[in-house]
């Protein structure tokens, strides 16, 4: 089992920024791919954005990209999720996930079919919130 613990969300005006991380442990026994998954009230749960295990390639929703950037912080086992610009429609919960597998190229649809598989971890979800 792989545990997931964000931090960092909070309210902040349209415009603004924030910075969430997730720290994963337990037991990884293999290379570990992570990203991003935020959820609105009466919404789908949507993929936000992604990093191999070796930081060499990063995936996003169309809808962050120029805005967002995920990294690899301090471990391989750590990512952060730079948000700038955020608007009103970034308001969601804010789930860390990462494959119960090794995936080469966690895009956004590989990411999106395990999760739909019940084949990701998840984190608790930090609450992001913009005001207009």
């Known amino acids: 089992q792989v545990q997931l613990v964000e931090s960092g969300g909070g309210l902040v005006q349209a415009g603004g920024s924030l910075r969430l991380s997730c720290a994963a442990s337990?037991?990884?026994?293999?290379?570990?791919?992570m990203g991003w998954f935020r959820q609105a009230p009466g919404k789908e749960r949507e993929f936000v954005a992604s990093i191999t295990w070796n930081a060499d390639t990063t995936y996003y929703a169309d809808s962050v990209k120029g805005r967002f950037t995920i990294a690899r912080d301090g471990t391989k086992n750590t990512v952060s999720l730079q948000a700038d610009n955020l608007k009103p429609e970034d308001t969601a919960v804010y789930y860390c996930?990462?494959?119960?597998?090794?995936?080469?190229?966690?895009?956004?649809?590989?990411?999106?079919?395990?999760?739909?598989?019940?084949?990701?971890?998840w984190g608790q979800g930090t609450q992001v919130t913009v005001s207009s």
């Open positions: 996930t990462a494959p119960v597998r090794y995936l080469r190229a966690p895009t956004a649809q590989a990411m999106g079919l395990m999760a739909r598989a019940n084949a990701t971890y």
């Open positions: 337990g037991h990884i026994t293999y290379n570990l791919a």
